[in-house]
């Protein structure tokens, strides 16, 4: 996982390439508080338009900017979870984290203020997996953020404490909390190089619209979950059932005809899919197994979650 960055020769007066490389950092913190990459964009924007809003007597005043910079990041996050389960109320259907493309899967140089594209300055690891982040977001705004800020980037309970707003053992009560949500969902992740191959013959089945092989690749228990957010057509239930999902996915295929073509890439650092239509990355698929078989699928057709994956 992620480790604390410890601060830089950042103190006394930073140039603005000193508050420039906290970037990284302050993007990968944002995208596992909030699950998305567009927000974790607005968050770190924030951050720094509150930086730059102090006088410059305020600014060395601060021994550690980059310390600075991570605290207000993530009280912003704080705030913004809180206020999700609102916005949550009338969202269209399933609610998925936005899924993260792979440097390979980053079109047509798409940059970030800084010149450089935001989505491959994400480090891809366990804890951006489309798995981990629909664990976290079923937790509390404050499980998140304390678990976040410990257990991914070592921050001890002291600082996440003040961060937080309560005390260092309440903590570490709820990143023991959040710790148990993750083992009792999570499964034990095979290699990467079995899940692909898994993936790719999934691809093929689905192509050919063969159900039965669909049904042998997908666990009995399986469910799939689309995200349209109201801007896409797709369905707005959970498919539970290995061989409903099958049946689902072979009518998709029949429906999409022509149209649809599917391509292997990694989604949030694991194998997934994404579907073309008409030139344009219509739909994202990130998978979930159990052994040999695969036990979730998370379909994202929201088009404004895809918007590190478009072509244009």
Not at 55 to 66: D, N, V, W
Not at 298 to 307: G, Q, Y
């Amino acid at each position: 996982m992620t480790t604390r960055a410890e601060p830089g020769n950042d103190q006394g007066d930073p140039g603005l390439g000193v508050l420039m490389s906290e970037r990284r950092q302050l993007i990968n913190l944002s995208y596992r508080l909030l699950g998305s990459l567009a927000d974790a964009e607005d968050v770190v924007q924030e951050t720094y338009t509150r930086w730059y809003a102090m006088s410059a007597r305020e600014q060395r005043a601060i021994e550690s900017p980059g310390a600075w910079l991570m605290t207000v990041a993530s009280r912003i996050c704080l705030n913004l979870l809180g206020s999700a389960r609102a916005r949550r109320e009338t969202y269209v259907g399933e609610w998925i984290p936005e899924p993260l493309p792979g440097p390979a899967e980053s079109v047509n140089g798409r940059s970030g203020a800084d010149g450089t594209d935001p989505a491959d300055r994400v480090t891809l690891d366990e804890s951006v997996t489309m798995a981990f982040l629909v664990v976290l977001d079923a937790m509390t705004p404050a499980e998140r953020v304390a678990f976040v800020l410990h257990d991914v980037f070592r921050y001890p309970f002291g600082e996440v404490a003040e961060i937080v707003g309560r005390s260092p053992a309440a903590c570490r009560q709820l990143a023991s909390s959040a710790r148990r949500r993750i083992r009792t969902a999570q499964t034990p992740a095979g290699p990467s190089t079995g899940q692909a191959g898994i993936v790719r013959q999934f691809k093929t089945a689905w192509e050919a619209k063969d159900i039965e092989a669909l049904v042998g690749l997908l666990d009995p228990d399986a469910t799939a979950i689309a995200d349209g957010g109201g801007l896409a057509v797709t369905h707005l239930l959970p498919i539970v059932g290995g061989e409903q999902i099958a049946h689902a996915y072979a009518r998709i295929a029949r429906v999409s005809g022509d149209r649809t073509t599917f391509q292997e890439c990694t989604v949030n650092g694991r194998p997934g899919l994404m579907a073309h239509q008409d030139g344009k990355v219509a739909t994202v698929y990130a998978f979930e197994f159990a052994g040999d078989r695969i036990r979730r699928i998370w379909a994202v057709r929201n088009p404004e979650k895809l918007r590190p994956w478009l072509d244009s």
